[in-house]
């Protein structure tokens, strides 16, 4: 199994544009997460998928911050308009009910410089 | 507020020493999780508790429901277990998605 894939692995943005970080679960897996990490705030919860369904946003920021899963393969995280505090890394993780002990798989993350 | 908490924040150790980092809760929960995330920034799950002990190689955890406190212990330590070591709690009642994490501990072991 290739594990949770998050892309890219670096991104370096102007303040102002849109970015987009995807991420694949690990297959069979039918929950997705969304995280940023800072070293002020350390991991926060974003918002959670469950089968492709937003469980629980209450931890997006703003309205900048949308997150869609159109499919169980595929999640993407969006900022518009980007803004200098949201340089973070950005984790995706999944997990599958029962599986486990329902223990997250972590991607690599993105890690996201606003300039 | 803080209803997850580590201590300490830093940790440095000389190798082959015995290693204890603490997670102290506020919270019900039905789970603790313990992290590991190295230096190149990927997380890797270590644990996950409801009550007693998990061993796993040299990494031990523990958990004291009563006290809402777990502790990860690290035997033998060496430098490859230099990294930031992370608790999270899940609540009591709530969903896979509500983790609570703690802010960290940073192990930097020395050869």
């Known amino acids: 199994d290739a594990g949770v894939i998050q892309s890219p692995r670096h991104e370096v943005t102007e303040m102002g544009q849109e970015v987009t970080l995807r991420c694949k679960p690990i297959s069979g897996h039918d929950y997705l997460f969304w995280y940023r990490q800072t070293m002020m705030r350390g991991l926060e919860l974003l918002i959670y998928?469950?089968?492709?369904?937003?469980?629980?946003d209450s931890g997006m920021p703003e309205d900048r911050f949308s997150a869609k899963m159109p499919n169980a393969s595929f999640s993407t995280l969006k900022i518009q308009p980007s803004e200098p505090r949201d340089s973070a890394v950005y984790f995706c993780?999944?997990?599958?009910?029962?599986?486990?002990?329902?223990?997250?798989?972590f991607g690599a993350g993105t890690r996201l410089s606003v300039l | 507020k803080n209803e997850v908490e580590q201590s300490p924040q830093n940790l440095t150790a000389q190798e082959g020493e015995f290693i204890t980092i603490n997670c102290s809760y506020s919270?019900?929960?039905?789970?603790l999780h313990w992290l590991q995330q190295h230096p190149g920034g990927g997380i890797v799950s270590l644990f996950m508790l409801s009550s007693g002990k998990k061993k796993h190689g040299r990494l031990i955890a523990t958990i004291n429901i009563q006290e809402k406190h777990s502790s990860l212990h690290i035997t033998a330590s060496h430098p490859r277990d230099s990294a930031v070591y992370i608790c999270a709690v899940r609540e009591d009642g709530g969903s896979q998605g509500n983790l609570i994490f703690g802010k960290g501990t940073k192990l930097s072991v020395k050869p």
């Open positions: 998928f469950n089968n492709n369904v937003p469980i629980d």
């Open positions: 919270v019900g929960i039905s789970a």
């Open positions: 993780a999944s997990s599958r009910t029962g599986g486990a002990k329902n223990i997250q798989y």
